[in-house]
């Protein structure tokens, strides 16, 4: 029903900046909830940040609240996760997830794409 294809992953310093984007398939897009999580090597997935449906909430893990910002675009149905003051605990890979959800929530997502590497050097 609904395919999600993550991107602007890459290589920063400690401190800079990216935008990672998730972008789907489906035209109804805007009414789903969307999150982003990550997993590190030898980590457990982690909630990083979520936005509920037409963007109106968000919520932020406590580990990047102040230097992540997400946002969306319905016209372009892509979901933004703007990552500033990278630091080495960051680097994991990222993943979008979405659900049919009238409310922003943490946990039970059932679409995911497939990780954009997202990689911080001291």
């Known amino acids: 029903q609904v395919q999600l294809v993550e991107s602007g992953g890459g290589l920063v310093q400690t401190g800079g900046s990216l935008r990672l984007s998730c972008t789907a398939s489906g035209r109804t897009f805007s009414t789903y909830a969307v999150g982003w999580f990550r997993q590190a090597p030898g980590k457990d997935r982690e909630f990083v940040s979520a936005?509920?449906?037409?963007?109106?909430?968000?919520s932020y893990a406590d580990s990047v609240k102040g230097r992540f910002t997400i946002s969306r675009d319905n016209a372009k149905n892509t979901v933004y996760l703007q990552m500033n003051s990278l630091k080495p605990e960051d680097t994991a890979v990222y993943y979008c997830a979405a659900e049919y959800s009238s409310v922003l929530i943490t946990t039970g997502y059932t679409y995911w794409g497939q990780g954009t590497q997202v990689t911080v050097s001291s």
């Open positions: 936005i509920s449906r037409y963007g109106l909430s968000t």
